[in-house]
């Protein structure tokens, strides 16, 4: 978890025998999903739950040298994945992305043609607000909308603490893609300014899964650009593959500002075009793959400029 | 015309009741325009027309409650339809959204292969401006261009209160789509953002008219953010289709931010890749089309936050 | 030189006359690069240099009137051409881009399948800062990324005052287009603010020259907007074509703002589908092409409305 390993302020000079450590762990992550190609219902457990975010656990923005103290914590409403029942607390990405823990939500993950059920309870002692979870790239009827209309919608959209919804998706032809979901409720704005979004992650029916997969979540935290809601090289997520592997992004903004996302040394096509910088605006996404070949420690970063400055920028490892 | 519909504020409670008649209106329009598949020419008699233009028609905000008063009217000057020689004036949209009644300017229509006249009055009495109209997305000679170059444009940059000018385009094979126009004189940041402008949709030379076609222009108005000149829903245009409908959307930014365009419970194709979120910048236009098959009442709105805070949003209804 | 005839306050009334005698020059140019197919080595050799330049040469914004003085200048420091071992200081667009010489750096020429060697040197005495390039759309090894990363990056991240580095670049399938290239040192910011990025131009392995291409980087400029450095219609690129030559357009953006660049009388295809207005964020870039068929003296310019209004805006002449 490379929260607890950066916990501590890493001066520049550290930082390669830290990056190190934390890279050996996440290289021995399994990333493939399963293979099955029978369409099937795929049931998952949400809670919003309270929790306390640091946005810059390690304390320190190592390319500027600008330290950070406890104004960069937060104390916040995240969706967190569970057990049946919401019977235990699980880690939202437990086999692939282990830097993502509370901010993104979970990847739920479907193939086109599944049905997909989201069990939904809101936990929010914290703040008592009610709230909502919102699908993109899915169909569903009104009932699993999940925003506040008033006059029109329903439970959906106003979870109250302690209630529970289902939401009712279902992945069809158009559905294939990286989508976000997010709360929807009259608590909306102050929700995704905590963090409070997540993304889905859905196949083709015979499409192969990638043998690493990385969410990157572009969005403003406090007064900090964050990725997965941290700032800085060292706090956002270290991404790792090997040369060989199918590597797949998955990327998001959700906020007020456009970004261009730019990964260092790599290239990959956008409607057959090649590209290595990509707008992505307030709750658009796409994903792209490539089949890595080029070691090194790389960059990847949003290109505006302002947002690089404030945070927006996190590290690639590619290893033989 | 939903903007008599809300003149009174809408309590959150009246909403769904409200909504029920407004719509009931707009089902019953005609939507399919003119069959004919040889090129012709087309004349349009557009004014630039004083108006007086209420943002929050309704008073209210009906998402979070909160209520406008006089400081929403704006005295403007906007685009309006004329019958031949300006002899009467028209409603904008007479047959198609009867709910944008002066922001936008009338929807000119066009096919591939056609010349479109537009014969231009500047009726601006109330800020005695020049005017002019630029077209995107059809050919034309400089002296249709429309935009002031010092020493260079003609009177087609600067058509002072009382004069015409005729503007001559062409629709060409790379012409269809949906394409802006808007004041581009002396006075176009003015009338920019007092609402002076409007879109061209033009149809490829064998294609089918749509059975609903709804025109979207997100731009700021006022200290708002607004859907074709009006903020918050309720205000909004409430669009309309039945189950099988083929629906199209228009959509085209002005001003000076980017947006994120989204339809909830639906998807469409960019390039062949399925979205239900697009960036539009100022200027840019796009249009796609679906056969309706989802029933509820849907949100469309831009999913920049504080564009959709501030009134950028609106409402979708589809019946059977 | 357009800057030198623009030196002098241009009157509205003159632009005419003074852009006439401009324009005859940069219609002599020659602008069709080698047309050799084998993959070559090509050598570059750059430097860091100390400039003085001014944003608003002619001291006037022409449309609206508004002067400028002193207020425009900036000392800087820009990326410029020089022969094999840095021995002389040549134009940076010799042949080509007259008109932007020092604002961006040289355009690198290549062809999918070239090797690409970039010999750099840190000239700048000015602010005595470290400086580096950085390169999109080409494939190279980390130590020829450019990027500072404290306790990974060497020393072609921080090429100090009075040092060189070469950077090893190759043009892979995947290479073929526009691109950017800009430092990515510690004095980044500072740096892009001031000018120092530039553009990669690569054709595909049998893709032909065009016969006029046009460089075009939207980017902030001390506070006022800028195309290749310079604000407002006289100062800033006047490009110029005849019917039937095959014209290119390269199109980036640097900073932390998007834009949408929009071209007067024009369209082109973006994936096939027509456009004559296309966002662009920080670091994305595109090229289009057309064969030149409307005769005129036509407006480029970023549509975002405030971008127009400070000086991102210039001309574009069509003659037989």
Redesign the interface.
């Known amino acids: 978890m490379i929260d607890r390993i950066w916990r501590v302020p890493a001066p ?6 830290l ?1 190190g450590s934390a890279t050996a762990a996440l290289v021995a992550v399994a990333a493939a999903g399963p293979a099955t190609a029978a369409a099937v219902t795929r049931e998952y457990w949400v809670g919003a739950t309270p929790t306390t975010w640091n946005i810059v656990p390690n304390g320190v923005d ?2 500027l040298g600008t330290r950070y103290g406890n104004e960069t914590i937060l104390p916040t409403v995240t969706y967190r994945r569970y057990t049946r029942g919401w019977k235990k607390l699980l880690r939202n990405a437990p086999a692939r992305n282990v830097d993502s823990d509370r901010i993104p939500g979970p990847l739920l993950h479907a193939r086109v043609g599944d049905r997909i059920v989201v069990h939904f309870k809101n936990f929010d002692t914290r703040f008592n607000r009610a709230h909502s979870m ?1 699908f ?2 899915v ?4 009932s699993s ?1 999940g ?6 919608s329903g439970r959906d959209a106003e979870v109250k603490p302690g209630q529970t919804w289902t939401y009712k998706l279902r992945a069809g032809p ?4 990286f ?1 976000p979901y997010h709360d929807h409720s ?1 608590s ?2 102050e929700s ?1 300014a905590g963090g409070m979004y997540g993304g889905l992650s859905i196949r083709g029916r015979r499409e192969r899964a990638p043998d690493r997969e990385f969410v990157v979540v572009l969005a403003p935290t406090g007064d900090l650009q964050t990725i997965n809601g941290h700032a800085f ?1 060292g706090n956002t997520p270290v991404f790792s593959a090997r040369v060989g592997d199918l590597v797949q992004w998955d990327v998001m903004a ?7 996302f ?1 990964v ?2 790599h ?1 990959w ?1 956008e ?4 590209r ?4 992505v ?5 796409f994903r792209f793959r490539w089949r890595e070949d ?1 070691t ?4 990847y970063h949003c ?5 690089m ?1 404030r945070g927006m920028i996190g ?1 690639y490892r590619v290893t033989r």
């Open positions: 520049a000079g550290t930082l390669r025998r990056l190592a390319i919102h993109h790239g169909s569903y009827k009104p909308d925003a506040y209309l008033p006059g029109f158009q559905s294939a893609g989508w009259t909306m704005h995704l090289v959700i906020g007020s500002e456009h970004h261009t730019h260092h040394g290239r096509l409607h057959g075009v090649p290595d910088t990509q707008t605006g307030p709750a658009e996404s080029a090194g420690t790389w960059f290109h505006v400029e302002q947002h400055e590290i």
